[in-house]
Every structure is written in structure tokens, then in C-alpha cells.
């Protein structure tokens, strides 16, 4: 009689173990996912020297990329979300910067396709990483927006964690700016260095190999 209560008390140890193994396995990637990047120290005006011209009676969007980070995959989908959301009330910049590689080779990428199919986004390459210094960006997917007059009212990601589109705080707080609304001017940005890969990424990510 006592055999089938000794099998299912095994199979619940069995089953105990499995999830503890499926979460410990799990863990590293969940962390990943919900790690923010380095906040980037934008200008609190927008930067004269840049030389990107800016409209006065719209806000500006800017959005710094890494061609090869999949976690901007997301980002883009995002800004196109905003861009629907905001018919003709956005000026948007995607600013593209790899350390050592030519624009011809960034144009081939495919977030490089994705982002200039959006109507409307003006797409360029930071050859040398002045604007990146310029705007203080650190992490692909970095986001920043500008009022009409020029003063910084969002700095972050769009999305909610790294590599996930959908509904999240942030996106929403640059919709809620650009109508008039008030929001934090600060979000976490989930995405890959625009700088140099760290060993997490080069391990999960062949593209960031240079």
C-alpha cells in the first residue's frame, strides 16, 4: 500500500527540482531582459552645434540605434507606433552609430530598412560618434524629445524591457508631451552599448563582433 504514495511523493520531488532548474536556468536572461542600460546625460537644450536642424513648431524626436542590436528591433516598432499616434506633430531623427564601420555598411542593415520604411523618420549615420557625445547617448534605443522650444522634456527607451514592444510607461509619456499633457522626464532605456559590446552581448550576439 505504501508504494504509490512513495511514487508520488518522487514525482513531486521530481517535479520540484525541474522548476527549480527551469528557473535558475531562466533567471540570468529574465535579469538581462529587465537590466536598464546606462542613462544617457542629454542637453537640456537642444545642441546648436549639431548641426541638425530642428522644427520650431513641432518637437523633435531623436533616437540613437546600434545597427546590429537586436534589442532595438523593439524600439523601432515603438516609433513607428508613435509616429501613427502623432500624425505630423513629430520631427524624428534616427541617428545610427557602429564604432569602425562605413555608412554603406550600416545602410545594409535591417533596422536601418525598418526605420527609413517609417514615413516621415529622417535616417542618418554618426560616422565619427560627435552626436552621440554631443547628446550624451550611451545605449542603442536611447530616445530623446524636444519642445518646440527646444528644451529636453523626455530622455529614455520607448519600450518597456529589452526587446519587447508593446504598451509601456514610457512610450506613453512621450504621447502625453507631445498632447500637451505633463510626465517624468526620465525613463530606464533597455538596449546594447552604441560604444563596445560587453561580454554578455558578444556571447549572445555574433553581429556585435567586430
Known amino acids: ?19 527549480v532548474e527551469i528557473a535558475l ?12 542600460g546606462v542613462p544617457a546625460s542629454p542637453p ?4 546648436l552645434s549639431s548641426g541638425i536642424s530642428r522644427g520650431h513648431d513641432k518637437f523633435t524626436l531623436v533616437m540613437f540605434a546600434h545597427p546590429d542590436c537586436p534589442c532595438t528591433r523593439a524600439s523601432i516598432a515603438e516609433l513607428e507606433m508613435l509616429t501613427t499616434q502623432l500624425p505630423g506633430k513629430l520631427d524624428v531623427i534616427v541617428q545610427f552609430r557602429k ?22 523618420v529622417s535616417v542618418r ?14 545605449v542603442s534605443g536611447q530616445t530623446m524629445l524636444y519642445d518646440p522650444a527646444g528644451c529636453l522634456v523626455f530622455s529614455g527607451g520607448i519600450t518597456g524591457a529589452r526587446g519587447h514592444a508593446g504598451d ?30 560587453d561580454r554578455w552581448q558578444l556571447k549572445r550576439d555574433a553581429a556585435w563582433t567586430k
Open 44 to 47: 537640456s537644450q537642444w545642441p
Open 1 to 19: 500500500m505504501s508504494h504509490p504514495s512513495k511514487g508520488r511523493a518522487l514525482a513531486i520531488i521530481v517535479g520540484m527540482a525541474w522548476v
Open 168 to 197: 509601456n510607461p514610457a512610450a506613453d509619456a512621450v504621447i502625453r508631451r507631445v498632447r500637451g499633457g505633463r510626465s517624468p522626464l526620465q525613463f530606464p532605456v533597455f538596449g546594447c552599448s552604441l560604444r563596445d559590446p
Open 125 to 138: 549615420f554618426d560616422r565619427d560618434g560627435t552626436l552621440v557625445h554631443q547628446f550624451g547617448a550611451e
Open 99 to 120: 564604432p569602425g564601420v562605413s555608412e554603406r555598411v550600416a545602410r545594409a542593415s535591417d533596422l536601418w530598412r525598418k526605420a527609413a520604411a517609417i514615413p516621415g
Open 25 to 36: 536556468g531562466t533567471r540570468p536572461l529574465f535579469v538581462h531582459e529587465n537590466t536598464p
